[in-house]
T-cell receptor
Framework: DSGVTQTPKHLITATGQRVTLRCSPR?????VYWYQQSLDQGLQFLIQ???????AKGNILERFSAQQFPDLHSELNLSSLELGDSALYFC???????????FGPGTRLLVL | QKEVEQDPGPLSVPEGAIVSLNCTYS??????FMWYRQYSRKGPELLMY????GNKEDGRFTAQVDKSSKYISLFIRDSQPSDSATYLC?????????FGKGTTLSVSS
């Protein structure tokens, strides 16, 4: 158990809908990262927050957004969902910026 | 050319075998090199973390980095059925981890 928690574990929704994924980092960790894992693309970095501020962006679609709250938990919002958004979404956390990242168990999203 | 290349396998070995997993990369800015293990339907779990060229050993696992050849390896000695998983190499130059696509390993008893 990495200490990173993610909810929900599974999510099934329809195209065009909006969902919110939640992540709680390990105790004491200030950075939260979001990754998407699909069969064809592998594990890809989406976005990082450090102590409430956006720190880095990767291959994140404009339909996706994230935020980190004062208690350091983070939410990833996915809107106007498409079939191709079906994937595993992982959150990771680290103590500081650019330090070892520990991954949560993931949220499996299925868009029908 | 992808930044990180990893043979997806699958790789099947008998229990007790030595396993070699490899990744090549093209970005010479990568400074940190990691191996993660991912069991089916679970999150990636950090196995090894290295910074410089050379070897790092942890129990049955040895990570090797050759920056001059842009090549990293993970060796598993005395492989066990519990080692059956997908192994992901990851590299870091700044914030984001850049992952290989993973090699699926199956160890049969």
């Amino acid at each position: 158990d990495s200490g990173v928690t993610q909810t929900p574990k599974h999510l099934i929704t329809a195209t065009g809908q909006r969902v919110t994924l939640r992540c709680s980092p390990r105790s004491g960790d200030l950075s939260v990262y979001w990754y998407q894992q699909s069969l064809d693309q592998g594990l890809q970095f989406l976005i990082q927050y450090y102590n409430g501020e956006e720190r880095a962006k990767g291959n994140i679609l404009e339909r996706f957004s994230a935020q980190q709250f004062p208690d350091l938990h983070s939410e990833l919002n996915l809107s106007s969902l498409e079939l191709g958004d079906s994937a595993l979404y992982f959150c990771a956390s680290s103590r500081g910026d650019q330090e070892t990242q520990y991954f949560g168990p993931g949220t499996r999203l299925l868009v029908l | 050319q992808k930044e990180v290349e990893q043979d997806p396998g699958p790789l099947s070995v008998p229990e007790g075998a030595i396993v070699s997993l490899n990744c090549t990369y093209s970005n010479s800015a990568f400074q940190y090199f990691m191996w993660y293990r991912q069991y089916s339907r679970k999150g990636p779990e950090l196995l090894m973390y290295t910074y410089s060229s050379g070897n790092k050993e942890d129990g049955r696992f040895t990570a090797q980095v050759d920056k001059s050849s842009k090549y990293i390896s993970l060796f598993i000695r005395d492989s066990q059925p519990s080692d059956s998983a997908t192994y992901l190499c990851a590299m870091q130059a700044g914030t984001a981890l850049i992952f290989g696509k993973g090699t699926t390993l199956s160890v049969s008893s």
